[in-house]
């Protein structure tokens, strides 16, 4: 599991597993279990992204999509991104080593 820092000093445990890539699916409409190459490289949808996959982490402390948001500097999206990409790569290290080879080449 990879983490990331906010800007308030929060550190962010990203944890990229079938369920958060369902609820991605759900919420986004990107398919990103079966169909990496549907990854988005619009900030907006890096976000939300990052968001559904951070959001029980959260709502626990309190923290509402804006406010999440809000925490994301470029630097800290950059890292964040970098994390999740990396994260999202190692979920398909047992499945599929290739699919994990071209989700790195995405980013």
Do not use: Y
């Not at 609820?23 to 992204?49: C, H, S, Y």
């Amino acid at each position: 599991m990879r983490t990331f820092t906010d800007s308030k000093g929060h550190q962010w445990r990203l944890d990229v597993t079938a369920g958060v890539l369902l609820d991605i699916q759900t919420e986004m409409k990107l398919n990103l279990l079966d169909n990496p190459e549907e990854f988005p490289d619009g900030l907006k949808q890096l976000v939300g992204i990052l968001w559904i996959t951070c959001a029980a982490e959260a709502k626990q402390m309190g923290i509402g999509p804006g406010e999440f948001a809000h925490r994301l500097g470029g630097d800290v999206l950059h890292e964040a991104v970098d994390s999740w990409m990396k994260e999202w790569s190692s979920f398909f290290d047992h499945l599929s080593p290739a699919r994990g080879q071209v989700i790195l080449g995405l980013w």
